[in-house]
């Protein structure tokens, strides 16, 4: 009887061997995987789509500050203007441009172009100076305007449709009109006051009488 030959190569098996540890290792089925993988492309789709979208907002957001520091630097100006001019040109309509004589011994006319309002300074019919506004979703528009008391007043009226932070250029809400509204002459009418005033006009007087308001759609703010 021939016995079976024995191997070098001794077989270890942990299932015949009492008293071993049984090690097992766990795995992740492909189901589980498809899982994951399908979860993590929408988490990064997700990512994508709110990384887009503040992106866009601060591009809102810095043209709005851009926006707002171009009408306060063309406000000053136009107050400056008026509240220095002699006299201004007759206007048929709203839409010529605004010339105003005796700034500060200068002429200066005020141009809108689509959106955007030019300053033009001349001395002898020379020009000395031009200054460009850009006023990007924004109609403007320059009127004149009566007080009470028979002053002359010039208005800067600009009409805004882009005013919420939106990512997109056109907005659908509202539009608002800001308006800025100075005396022609006030200060050679100050200038020209007797030396009797009163220490509390004087200061009444140095004040601005400058009207800005933010008027909506079919409201009408008076001076």
């Excluded at 809102?60 to 136009?78: G, K, W, Y």
């Excluded at 010039?154 to 907005?171: C, E, M, N, Q, Y």
């Amino acid at each position: 009887m021939r016995t079976a030959p024995v191997s070098r190569f001794p077989v270890w098996n942990a299932r015949r061997m009492p008293g071993r540890p049984q090690s097992t290792r766990r795995g992740f089925s492909l189901i589980h995987m498809l899982v994951v993988i399908g979860m993590l492309s929408i988490l990064m789709t997700m990512s994508g789509v709110i990384i887009q979208s503040l992106l866009r907002t601060e591009e809102s957001v810095s043209r709005q500050a851009t926006l707002e520091m171009t009408i306060l630097d063309l406000s000053r100006r136009f107050r400056d203007d008026v509240h220095d001019a002699q006299s201004i040109a007759p206007r048929d309509d709203n839409s010529m441009p605004l010339e105003l004589s005796g700034v500060h011994s200068n002429r200066v006319i005020y141009r809108v172009k689509d959106e955007i309002v030019i300053r033009e300074s001349f001395h002898a019919d020379q020009a000395t100076g031009s200054e460009v506004f850009r006023m990007p979703d924004c109609d403007v528009q320059f009127r004149n305007q009566s007080n009470d008391d028979g002053t002359n007043l010039l208005a800067l009226d600009v009409v805004r449709t882009g005013l919420t932070i939106t990512p997109h250029r056109k907005s659908t809400g509202s539009k608002r009109t800001l308006s800025i509204v100075a005396e022609l002459g006030r200060n050679r009418r100050i200038a020209g006051q007797s030396t009797n005033i009163t220490p509390k006009a004087a200061a009444n007087e140095i004040l601005d009488p400058i009207l800005v308001s933010d008027r909506l759609p079919g409201r009408e703010e008076q001076p």
